[in-house]
């Protein structure tokens, strides 16, 4: 994930990939035991072509506004960005807590082989894409809760993926008005006094994965 702390403190954009498909997952546990898990590659890009809303939340409660979250799925897999207002996410930006992402889905196809070590695999081959969320906690992998629609439940299955650097990317932006009490203004120096200095701070801040599930 990239986080950059825009100079006003007011917002915050965020990118980077919420998943990566075709790409084995940890250990998941379900009532059967322990299996492994892909998204099949175009999974996402089915699911974002059907217009069906998908909201951005964070740590998968609170809905956020952001009428510019963008989600495509490319060669690598899901990757989102948007512009973030709400408080309470760039109050943890500023704190460096923001982790990764993670995201909601309803299978709507999968199939599962077993390997020849006996190991289960599931394909997640279509699903129903509900929202990718912002996280300020050490995600865990696997999770559920269960929907009422109509007279049917449905299973909503939460996921968060490993990122790809280990971590989430920091950029802090500060800006400070540059002057002068020159009396003989070329015209290089008009344009120092009327530019902007932006100054850019880099880190990253490595995600914890003791708790990790």
Not at 80 to 105: C, H, K, M, Y
Not at 141 to 148: H, N, P
Request: glycine share 6%.
């Amino acid at each position: 994930m990239r986080v950059e702390v825009r100079a006003d403190k007011k917002s915050i954009r965020v990118s980077g990939y919420v998943n990566v498909v075709g790409r084995d997952s940890r250990v998941l546990q379900d009532a059967a035991g322990g299996f492994i898990e892909q998204i099949s590659p175009g999974a996402f890009e089915r699911a974002l072509k059907t217009g069906k809303p998908v909201e951005l939340r964070f740590n998968h409660h609170k809905t956020l506004e952001a009428p510019d979250l963008c989600l495509k799925e490319d060669q690598i897999g899901l990757r989102a960005q948007a512009t973030v207002v709400d408080p309470e996410v760039i109050a943890a930006a500023e704190r460096n807590e923001l982790r990764g992402w993670s995201f909601g889905f309803v299978k709507q196809k999968d199939h599962w082989k077993t390997d020849e070590n006996g190991t289960r695999r599931r394909f997640v081959d279509d699903l129903e894409l509900r929202e990718v969320s912002i996280l300020n906690v050490t995600p865990a992998y696997i999770a559920t809760s269960i929907e009422a629609r109509g007279e049917d439940k449905i299973l909503i299955e939460f996921r968060a993926d490993e990122m790809l650097d280990g971590g989430v990317d920091y950029i802090r932006e500060t800006e400070t008005q540059s002057s002068t009490k020159e009396k003989t203004i070329t015209p290089e120096s008009e344009s120092m006094m009327a530019m902007v200095r932006k100054t850019v701070e880099y880190y990253t801040v490595k995600r914890r994965r003791d708790n990790a599930l």
